[in-house]
């Protein structure tokens, strides 16, 4: 298809329509326009044109016609032979000068063009306009189509070319999109490493304990927005931890021990309205409260369901800044325990990954182990797990599986080992399931401590752990084996009624 612009392709379909108008409105007596001499020239030299075929071979009855004429014809010249001879008569027929049997190669002057349309029938007329109306007709669907082909062709390139600059913009979006974050990766990687929250080790980057301690941060405080006032205050440090005397503020730090009654007093005796830095005095420990934890926690298959894990190593780390926070120089332990236990740092315990079976008598005594060296004057213990005891140590140190009623008996052992360590406090959390199974064999485990058994579900465990480190009581559901049940109420008599329904009433 040769390549045309648009406003060619239509101008010459303009041309055509002119050249189609003039075509059925010739007069074929006359001699055409000569804007259509090339159509003409082209219908008349077609090889299947009816006066381009040979005239069909006479019939049987035609030829003995023409027999019987020329007897006849014979018998006349025959016998007027005295006459004068017979003039050459009318021709034979009509014949049309391009009637020849091969075309191929031929071209017709208007000057023939002209006799030869003389020569034409109505009827080769009428066929001669029919077939240079089709031949422009032709042409010109001919020229729409390669200018539709075009204009297809032309929206298909504009939209290549959208979609090319829409990929390179894209594509520079994104190289700055990368450029952007890789500047700031190497930024904020700059900053924890000067702050010490990543080191690099091996061309990687690793989680340092400073910033583990100040993820746990965060959740202390989010869990803390969830306890009551009291309990909160408690962990911020109002509560007594030792033995304190009455001196001057040094520090700002030291303003939660404030001596508000004689601070005012003391800026009354100067003269002086408000209470100011020479005027405050606080309450300074003297002695403190050495405290030992230990939290253990179930590592096994089934607390990677339902988020447990995740929800047990947030819970702990809560914990762990807050008995940080309120005893400096506290002890803390963490025990990770599935078949074996693990002692674990901050880093170790924010890593750690669900493992095998629960083997809560090998936790009970390394918690034993713990706590019996340990010279604290407080020493508690918090047991999170989701399940029964599964595995127990044998007497030859190997791990065994698959017998519960020993794996609970074995760490029923434990407890009561762990349970001659005093002065101890120990809580067992049992996370809520769907087997009633597993709160029989927790309470038996939290009963043998001489502890108690709370249950609770995941996203509560930070709540309950941080309300038993402050000594509360408030929990979702708590099971205290120390203390006995409370014994039955009598009937009461009918004055008692009467009293407790004037009480109702106001009265």
């Known amino acids: 298809m040769s390549q045309k612009s648009d406003e060619e392709v239509a101008r010459q379909i303009a041309e055509l329509e002119e050249r189609l108008r003039s075509a059925r409105s010739i007069d074929w007596s006359r001699m055409p326009p000569s804007d259509l001499l090339d159509d003409i020239r082209s219908a008349l030299l077609l090889p299947d044109a009816s006066w381009n075929q040979p005239p069909p071979r006479p019939g049987i009855f035609a030829r003995l016609r023409a027999a019987f004429a020329r007897f006849f014809a014979w018998l006349r010249r025959l016998f007027s032979r005295s006459k004068a001879p017979a003039s050459a008569g009318s021709p034979r027929g009509r014949t049309i000068p391009i009637a020849v049997p091969s075309l191929a190669g031929?071209?017709?002057g208007p000057s023939e063009i002209g006799e030869t349309l003389a020569r034409l029938s109505p009827a080769e007329r009428n066929e001669l306009s029919d077939s240079v109306s089709g031949s422009l007709r032709a042409r010109e669907r001919s020229l729409e189509r390669e200018a539709e082909a075009k204009r297809r062709e032309a929206e298909a390139q504009r939209r290549r070319l959208e979609a090319e600059r829409d990929e390179a913009r894209r594509r520079a979006e994104s190289e700055t999109e990368a450029r952007v974050r890789?500047?700031?990766?190497?930024?904020?990687?700059?900053?924890?490493?000067?702050?010490?929250?990543?080191?690099?080790?091996?061309?990687?980057?690793?989680?340092?304990y400073g910033l583990v301690e100040r993820f746990a941060r965060l959740l202390l405080e989010e869990e803390s927005r969830k306890l009551p006032g009291d309990i909160r205050l408690s962990l911020k440090g109002g509560?007594?931890?030792?033995?304190?005397?009455?001196?001057?503020?040094?520090?700002?730090?030291?303003?939660?021990?404030?001596?508000?009654?004689?601070?005012?007093?003391?800026?009354?005796?100067?003269?002086?309205?408000?209470?100011?830095?020479?005027?405050?005095?606080?309450?300074?420990?003297v002695t403190s409260e050495r405290v030992h934890v230990v939290l253990a926690f179930d590592r096994s298959g089934s607390m990677a369901e339902s988020g447990k894990l995740?929800?047990?190593?947030?819970?702990?780390?809560?914990?762990?800044?807050?008995?940080?926070?309120?005893?400096?120089?506290?002890?803390?332990?963490?025990?990770?325990?599935?078949?074996d236990v693990q002692v674990l740092d901050l880093v170790e315990l924010w890593e750690c990954r669900p493992g095998a079976f629960t083997n809560t008598a090998e936790a009970l005594r390394a918690a034993h182990l713990l706590l019996r060296a340990s010279r604290a004057s407080r020493r508690e213990l918090y047991?999170?797990?989701?399940?029964?005891?599964e595995a127990y140590t044998d007497d030859d140190g190997r791990v065994r599986s698959g017998q519960l009623d020993v794996a609970l008996e074995h760490a029923l052992e434990?407890?009561?080992?762990?349970?001659?360590?005093?002065?101890?406090?120990?809580?067992?959390?049992l996370l809520k399931s769907a087997h009633p199974e597993y709160e029989v064999a927790a309470r038996s485990v939290a009963r043998t401590l001489g502890g108690e058994?709370?249950?609770?579900?995941?996203?509560?465990?930070?709540?309950?752990?941080?309300?038993?480190?402050?000594?509360?009581?408030?929990?979702?559901?708590?099971?205290?084996?120390?203390?006995?049940?409370?014994?039955?109420?009598?009937?009461?008599?009918?004055?008692?009624?009467r009293r407790r329904a004037d009480r109702r009433m106001g009265g």
Do not use: C
């Open 106 to 108: 031929r071209a017709i």
């Open 182 to 208: 890789a500047g700031e990766e190497r930024r904020l990687e700059r900053e924890l490493k000067e702050r010490g929250f990543v080191a690099e080790r091996a061309g990687e980057l690793i989680v340092t």
């Open 239 to 285: 509560g007594s931890t030792g033995v304190y005397e009455k001196a001057r503020l040094r520090q700002p730090e030291e303003v939660a021990h404030l001596d508000l009654p004689g601070s005012l007093l003391a800026a009354r005796l100067v003269g002086s309205r408000h209470i100011d830095e020479s005027t405050s005095y606080i309450y300074r420990e």
């Open 310 to 339: 995740e929800a047990a190593k947030k819970a702990l780390l809560a914990l762990y800044v807050a008995v940080r926070r309120r005893y400096p120089d506290a002890t803390v332990d963490l025990l990770a325990f599935d078949n």
């Open 383 to 389: 047991l999170i797990t989701d399940g029964l005891p």
């Open 414 to 429: 434990r407890a009561r080992e762990l349970a001659t360590v005093v002065p101890l406090r120990s809580t067992v959390i």
């Open 453 to 497: 058994l709370v249950v609770t579900e995941p996203s509560h465990l930070g709540v309950e752990l941080l309300v038993r480190w402050a000594h509360g009581t408030q929990t979702e559901r708590r099971v205290t084996s120390a203390s006995p049940p409370p014994p039955p109420v009598a009937s009461a008599g009918p004055r008692a009624r």
